[in-house]
């Protein structure tokens, strides 16, 4: 991986909509920062959820760009539905846990 470009990544969890009398839990790690314009960025946050009722929902969805918490830190927020598996889906949202605030997360003159 190259080391320039990976500044940081989030922690999350949630639990999922609770539908068909269950639900499930997505934990994980997001992906490397993604460039947005503002010299802000996003981030992936893709996985599969606990297996429960017999069966697990994938998931992939892009988070919004940074929130700002304190001095040096910040989140974002993330929503999405998981697909479909036996004949339902889930819904979520949630915030990624804190992660250092850099007004550079990337590097764009890497090539």
Do not use: C
Not at 31 to 60: C, E, K, Q, V, W
Not at 83 to 110: C, G, I, M, Q, W
């Amino acid at each position: 991986m190259r080391e320039k470009y990976t500044k940081h990544v989030h922690a999350y969890g949630t639990r999922v909509s609770f539908v068909r009398d269950h639900d499930h839990l997505m934990l994980g790690v997001s992906g490397t920062p993604r460039p947005l314009s503002g010299n802000d960025h996003d981030h992936m946050i893709s996985g599969r959820t606990t297996f429960d009722a017999g069966h697990f929902h994938t998931y992939s969805v892009s988070t919004g760009p940074s929130v700002r918490i304190w001095h040096t830190q910040h989140i974002h927020y993330y929503e999405g539905e998981t697909d479909v598996a036996l004949e339902h889906k889930h819904s979520f949202a949630d915030n990624t846990e804190r992660a250092p605030y850099d007004t550079s997360p990337y590097d764009t003159s890497y090539d």
